[in-house]
T-cell receptor, first 115, second 114 residues
Framework: AQSVTQLGSHVSVSEGALVLLRCNYSSSVPPYLFWYVQYPNQGLQLLLKYTSAATLVKGINGFEAEFKKSETSFHLTKPSAHMSDAAEYFCAVSALGGGYNKLIFGAGTRLAVHP | SAVISQKPSRDICQRGTSLTIQCQVDSQVTMMFWYRQQPGQSLTLIATANQGSEATYESGFVIDKFPISRPNLTFSTLTVSNMSPEDSSIYLC???????????FGAGSRLTVL
């Protein structure tokens, strides 16, 4: 079965510092992987997705993620954090047999950015 | 990408009552889904809303508790029946446009059951 593990339920960084949010997946087939962001009282917004093309995926708002098959990881990074990046971030994998639109989500990581 | 509107955005309900959440997409979409996000937790797929046929439910979710309708390619409803405080959650509608390879989400409906 597919699964996603996000390491660290809370991450705190200083404004301007590197953001690193960790995601490891388990999948018996080549996965499709996604990062979504949820701002307070809002729905989920897609940051980026990996669908077996380039392993380094660039998304919106300066975020990027690298698919590493050997490490079964899909960590999300941003070189310089901004106050507006404070939000909840979810990693997700497509469910086996369900296609890329049936997603299994990780528990989420809440990112705090302080001055 | 498609824009998804949900209503109500939030509601406070009494135990034992039922509430219907509406999901409207601004374009025709192939797939629509309903997710639940319990307080402080991640998203769990409730069901796939199938146009013109019965919804497909995930393990742990049943039609009697969460009846779903999808009368056309742009609209779906989720009813939370006979609510208890354990049903207090955010319910999110999502949709996939043909060939988009990505899910778009509504802003969610936050239900509090007293």
């Amino acid at each position: 079965a597919q699964s996603v593990t996000q390491l660290g339920s809370h991450v705190s960084v200083s404004e301007g510092a590197l953001v690193l949010l960790r995601c490891n997946y388990s999948s018996s087939v080549p996965p499709y992987l996604f990062w979504y962001v949820q701002y307070p009282n809002q729905g989920l917004q897609l940051l980026l997705k990996y669908t077996s093309a380039a392993t380094l995926v660039k998304g919106i708002n300066g975020f990027e993620a690298e698919f590493k098959k050997s490490e079964t990881s899909f960590h999300l990074t941003k070189p310089s954090a901004h106050m507006s990046d404070a939000a909840e971030y979810f990693c997700a994998v497509s469910a086996l047999g369900g296609g890329y639109n049936k997603l299994i989500f990780g528990a989420g990581t809440r990112l705090a950015v302080h001055p | 990408s498609a824009v998804i509107s949900q209503k109500p955005s939030r509601d406070i309900c009494q135990r034992g009552t039922s509430l219907t959440i509406q999901c409207q997409v601004d374009s025709q979409v192939t797939m629509m889904f309903w997710y639940r996000q319990q307080p402080g937790q991640s998203l769990t797929l409730i069901a796939t809303a199938n146009q013109g046929s019965e919804a497909t439910y995930e393990s742990g979710f049943v039609i009697d508790k969460f009846p779903i309708s999808r009368p056309n390619l742009t609209f779906s409803t989720l009813t939370v029946s006979n609510m208890s405080p354990e049903d207090s959650s955010i319910y999110l509608c999502s949709a996939e446009e043909a060939g988009a390879n990505v899910l778009t989400f509504g802003a969610g409906s936050r239900l509090t059951v007293l």
